[in-house]
């Protein structure tokens, strides 16, 4: 007699048809082309695993317009912790489910419904389902075309989900109309770590908002309101309470048009966030412009990892004030000059931060108008023993680097030992012959182990040096990536 197989059986043959390994906590389906047909196996299947604790569906289309028929079987999935479901196409029945579901999985800590466009102006079919004792920790809604309306469904929720940590509504650009109603109930959350507001069309008065309940969010980790072009001219007036963000480690405010009078604010506040350790302030170039002394005030945050200063129009004296205050920064790990042309020539002014930065591993000074003397002066430094941890190295945009200067660069490159990625990429609208130099550049290739990645963009090479180029992994038995 033939016996129709269990349902732990079907479950592995169902992961195995998918090319996936079975998991009985752990159900990960992430982007695997899932059929409508797929998703009602699958809910089928879910009364045979309860011990199960997350269930990953994104970026599989198909789910949008089935949730329903997923959801009518977790009951037996009341250990449920985590559900992902970015970009599956999920429609206003969808988020109906969704809700109906919250009151049979109460032990749901992560819910992720990022990239659902769908979803925008129909939050309130979830929010009004939550009930109070809610579990929610993380919560993620990027990118779902999020109304004025949804932004305050979501205000009136945050009182019954007091454990969240983790609140993700970037990139709705419509939701900062309703950002001061959000600001005035995340006092109901005192436990928040990760607020991230990026591009959500934040205004003057939404900072001013956010910032009284900053002094309610003693626990926040990271704060990030970058590409929030209209907050410029509003740091002034509203950074009162970002003081008191004693266990802040991640400040990103890029691309936020601040003023001058902006930065004479932020100089005052952000040396007080002693626990920093990511700060990146790129495309504000009223900051480099600025003769107030806020680069130089970074020497108070020695626990900086991360500084990201990209297209800050830094002159002389501002990259002069920087590189006095690295050297108070032995953490520092990522630095970030890129696109500010005062570097070109000056990386002098940095040498003795660079020599005191033991353990940097990412150097980036793409379009910084370096010349010879820059690469000569990165060389010597490795030579002395220093950047002896460096991994990524972007030196691209910088056409006005000399072939002598990539010559001596080249010769020397096979000193850093751990570089993994190279970039010596040209200016889109330019184009240049390889000199002799590339010789030198194989030849190091050779002695760079970890290397796996080296951006050449719009170098010109000869038949015999692309010949060289295509030998070269499979005699050396690497899989470097040219691009």
């Known amino acids: 007699e033939v016996q ?15 090319g996936k390994k079975p ?9 695997c082309a899932l059929s409508a047909a797929d998703v009602t196996e699958l809910a089928s299947l879910l009364p045979f695993l309860p011990e199960l604790e997350e269930i990953s569906l994104s970026w599989n289309g198909c789910v949008g317009g089935t949730l329903k028929g997923l959801t009518a079987h977790f009951h037996g999935a009341n250990l449920l912790k985590v559900l992902r479901l970015n970009n599956c196409r999920l429609s206003a029945e969808d988020v109906t489910s969704l809700g109906e579901a919250f009151e049979i999985i109460p032990q749901l800590e992560e819910l992720d419904l ?17 009930q109070k004792g809610c579990k929610l920790k993380f919560l993620k809604i990027t990118d779902c075309n999020l109304t004025a309306k ?3 469904s979501l205000a009136e929720i945050l009182s019954v989900i007091p454990n969240l940590e983790v609140l993700d509504l970037s990139i709705n650009k419509h939701i900062g109309c309703s950002m001061k109603v959000i600001a005035q109930e995340l006092k109901s959350v005192p436990g928040l770590k990760e607020l991230n507001l990026h591009m959500c069309g934040l205004k003057q008065d939404s900072l001013q908002g956010l910032d009284t309940a900053l002094q309610h969010l003693s626990e926040l980790r990271k704060l990030d309101i970058s590409c929030n072009r209209e907050l410029g001219g509003g740091f002034k007036d509203s950074t009162t309470h970002l003081a008191s963000l004693k266990n802040l480690q991640v400040l990103d405010l890029h691309q936020c048009w601040v003023t001058e009078e902006d930065t004479t604010a932020l100089s005052q506040v952000i040396p007080l966030l002693s626990s920093l350790q990511e700060l990146n302030l790129s495309s504000n170039k009223n900051i480099g412009a600025s003769s107030d002394p806020l680069l130089g005030r970074l020497r108070f945050l020695p626990k900086l990892k991360s500084v990201a200063i990209s297209n800050c129009g830094l002159g002389e004296e501002s990259l002069s004030s920087l590189a006095e205050a690295a050297l108070h920064l032995p953490e520092l790990e990522i630095l970030d000059l890129s696109w500010n042309k005062c570097v070109g020539g000056n990386l002098k002014l940095l040498l003795g931060a660079l020599k005191l930065a033991t353990k940097i591993q990412v150097l980036r000074l793409s379009s910084c108008n370096l010349v010879a003397e820059d690469l000569a002066l990165l060389t010597l430094l490795m030579q002395d023993g220093h950047l002896a941890r460096l991994q990524k190295l972007d030196l691209s945009y910088n056409n006005t680097i000399s072939d002598e200067g ?4 080249c010769q020397g490159l096979a000193g850093f030992k751990e570089l993994s990625e190279l970039d010596v ?32 963009q719009r170098w010109g090479l000869s038949e015999s040096q692309q010949k060289r180029l295509e030998c070269f992994n499979q005699d050396n038995k690497r899989n470097i990536r040219f691009d």
């Open 425 to 456: 990429s040209l200016r889109p609208s330019s184009c240049r012959d390889c000199g002799t130099w590339f010789s030198d550049l194989l030849a190091a290739l050779t002695k760079l182990p970890a290397l796996a990645e080296l951006g050449m």
């Open 150 to 152: 949804d932004g305050e």
């Open 114 to 130: 990022s990239w659902n466009s769908n979803i925008g102006g129909k939050l309130s079919l979830l929010t009004k389902k939550l």
């Open 406 to 409: 990539w010559v001596v660069f």
């Open 23 to 31: 998991n009985s906590k752990n159900l990960d389906l992430n982007n």
């Open 4 to 18: 129709s197989p269990s349902g732990e059986q079907r479950f592995h043959q169902f992961m195995q048809r998918l």
